[in-house]
Antibody
Framework: QVQLVESGGGVVQPGRSLRLSCAAS????????IHWVRQAPGKGLDWVAV????????DYADSVKGRFTISRDNSKNTLYLQMNGLRAEDTAVYYC??????????????WGQGTMVTVSS | DIQMTQSPSSLSASVGDRVTITCRAS??????LAWYQQKPGKVPRLLIY???TLQSGVPSRFSGTGSGTDFTLTISSLQPEDVATYYC?????????FGQGTKVEIK
């Protein structure tokens, strides 16, 4: 079954860290660029970061640059998002999404079910 | 950065109506434009890519047009199951910006 499954969400205090994971199955993970997209409660979709198929290139939204790090382990078919210095405005459902290209420059045809991150004291 | 602006923010239409949503890019993006549907409590679903190519499995009542800066998503005959929020997205380069969304309801 072709799917992406996120994990690692939870409640965290402002300023703390959290690492999200996205496990891929049913397809050749290592040939696709993968993105993180988030959605704050009741709000729209907000692109967060992308990583190329081989991890050689990464890009971030300005709102998370310097705080979040995207990475992948193709041997484990897993994508990660290390989130440091969390803020209340980072509260959202975080989705991983597969772009239909190796660089990530294509539409997102496959999405995970999302994992909720709540930043609150 | 290129901004994506959708209009309207919400609309209410009757079953069987033709519905049109527009998306405008602040700079030209040729046809690197996708449309997504997100039903309440669900994961976004890709409807259209390349501005006008229907994703496999998407009903033919959905269509997309446009190039450059102006794009439209049309539902030719609105069905109850089309109640959702629709987002456009540019995907030619970073940042992969989404429009703010258009909420479609049944009148």
């Amino acid at each position: 079954q072709v799917q992406l499954v996120e994990s690692g969400g939870g409640v965290v205090q402002p300023g703390r860290s959290l690492r999200l994971s996205c496990a891929a199955s049913g397809f050749t993970f290592s040939v696709y660029g993968i993105h993180w997209v988030r959605q704050a409660p009741g709000k729209g979709l907000d692109w967060v970061a992308v990583i190329w198929y081989d991890g050689s290139n990464k890009d971030y939204a300005d709102s998370v640059k310097g705080r979040f790090t995207i990475s992948r382990d193709n041997s484990k078919n897993t994508l990660y998002l290390q989130m440091n210095g969390l803020r209340a405005e980072d509260t959202a459902v975080y989705y991983c999404a597969r772009a239909e290209s190796s660089s990530g420059s294509n539409a997102f045809a496959l999405w995970g079910q999302g994992t909720m991150v709540t930043v609150s004291s | 950065d290129i901004q994506m602006t959708q209009s309207p923010s919400s609309l209410s239409a009757s079953v069987g109506d033709r519905v049109t949503i527009t998306c405008r890019a602040s700079q030209g993006i040729t046809n690197y434009l996708a449309w997504y549907q997100q039903k309440p409590g669900k994961v976004p679903r890709l409807l259209i890519y390349g501005a006008s190519t229907l994703q496999s499995g998407v009903p033919s009542r959905f269509s997309g047009t446009g190039s450059g800066t102006d794009f439209t998503l049309t539902i030719s005959s609105l069905q109850p199951e089309d109640v959702a929020t629709y987002y456009c997205q540019k995907y030619n380069s970073a940042p992969w910006t989404f429009g703010q969304g258009t909420k479609v309801e049944i009148k």
